[in-house]
């Protein structure tokens, strides 16, 4: 796949991990309004939900290692992956964090097109 496609397609898949959460915590937050302690309570109800509780929170923390500590994307764009994090999840983050990834490597339409390095000097 092209990079270009491959940066719409990690667009596309921020914007649907942005959706189906909130599809689901939207109704929650209408019967039950912001109640934490009904939150945790959900939460840690069954082992497989604590699984997947604590599984989310690892990967949001390599998540967040990966954009600040690896170099692969700016900074602020780093910052954008975590308030992805914060106000979503790691189902907004992650696909935004290999958005810009991809995007830092497709040329832009204004940048002059680079000439192939050859071994020799003319």
């Not at 967040?64 to 690896?70: C, E, K, M, R, S």
Request: proline share 5%.
């Amino acid at each position: 796949m092209q990079e270009k496609h491959l940066a719409i397609a990690f667009a596309a898949l921020t914007v649907v991990g942005v959706v189906v959460p909130y599809a689901a915590l939207v109704p929650f937050l209408i019967e039950h309004g912001l109640d934490t302690a009904q939150i945790v309570d959900e939460i840690t109800a069954t082992r497989l939900g604590a699984f997947a509780w604590l599984d989310v929170l690892i990967s949001a923390l390599v998540l967040l290692l990966a954009a600040f500590g690896t170099g692969w994307i700016t900074t602020g764009r780093a910052l954008w992956v975590a308030l992805a994090m914060c106000l979503v999840g790691v189902s907004a983050g992650l696909p935004l964090f290999f958005c810009f990834v991809v995007g830092n490597r497709v040329p832009h339409e204004t940048s002059h097109p680079r000439r192939p390095v050859s071994g020799r000097r003319g």
